[in-house]
């Protein structure tokens, strides 16, 4: 395809200068690889998530992550690697490509780079493109050369588009109809935390139905303030106990004196103590035990987001363990979730002791907790058919080349 008018104009233009400088972070792991590029601003999220979930169900894949658009924040992990997109310059990409070797390549939404896929698809990638839109392939340069898109669209062997104006634009570029399929477009999900059934049977017989709330990941500057909001509570629901899971180990000491100055029973998880009926906080240290908080609890205080400089729990981590969520004013990078969350009503948002408090007390209602723990769930789970429709033809095209189909 290289040899099209446009792309040869294209091409040569961007050739005349001297090629960038190109130095890969790392060095390419052994194994499979799948190179994911997120074109689209904003949808970086979502990416990381496809990420996690491939390398996690394929085991011994590794995962390059791109992005067009800077402050591109990857959840890192073992098989995930963050690498800067190269200059679309033909002697970087197809440096790039060499260094990679990436087995299948996955192209967000849109926003072709010509050199890059063009280096990609001529190494003999699968070439997948996924989340496809009606807006990503009008940018300037393809209104100046406007037969580019239609040569770059052909190097992808499967195209997935994200509604049926997307397909419409798609058909219109001269992709055959029957490598379009339709689907919803990607979300970010939440990712569960591991568990031991034994735990759970464990601590619900020890809770004997007791409500619960959880405060995850809390800091010490918030020790104080929710302490006081369960005192709050507790007056309404008397038999209600705080799990209070902190983010420091060393803060112990501190957040118990505080609730032995309110007055209030403590157990400490660390020393192998369980709550019985005079309980009333559990103070929890161990973040490995956070997975079965989060199922114990009908409601759960993200800690963190009361106080500005503090690190929050993913929200949408917290939804996928079906609970209902509230949150304090401070959300970092989290705020389009907790919008999502919050218009949902997943998640309700409190500025003082007395809101979350009150907030517990009607959460904890268990009619209004289940309510919005799946409202929650129904925001983590779109796209679920699209996620597991993209690690499909993933793995059918990784499974042939282990067989020597390809």
Partial sequence: MRGSLGLAAYRTLSGRRAPPD????????????VWIHAAEEGNNRA???LAHRLATMRHGCHIVLTCAS???????????INADVPPDHPVVTDAFIKHWRPDVVIWSWGGFRPNLILSAAESGARMI???AARDGFDGRRDRWLPEVPKRLLSQFSHVIARDQQAHLRLAQLGQALNAIELAAPLHPFGRTLSVAETDITEMTQALGGRPVWLAARAAINEGRTILAAHRIAVKTSHRLLLILHFSDQS???KLAEIAQEMGLRIARWSVGELPDDNTQVLLADDDEDLGLWLRIAPVTFLGGSLRSG???IDPYAVAAHGTAMIYGPNVGAHVDAFTRLMNAGAARIVNSTESLGRAVIQMIAPDHAAQMAMAGWEVVTQGADTLDRIIELVQAHLDRIDQGLT
């Avoid at 130095?23 to 690889?33: F, I, K, L, S, W």
């Avoid at 800077?70 to 995930?80: C, L, N, T, W, Y």
């Fill in 22 to 33: 190109y130095t890969p972070a790392q060095d390419r792991p052994e194994g499979e690889v």
């Fill in 47 to 49: 990416l990381n998530d």
């Fill in 70 to 80: 800077d402050g591109f924040e990857v959840q890192r992990g073992a098989s995930v």
């Fill in 129 to 131: 493109l996924i989340d």
């Fill in 251 to 253: 803060e112990e000491e």
């Fill in 310 to 312: 503090q690190s929050v």
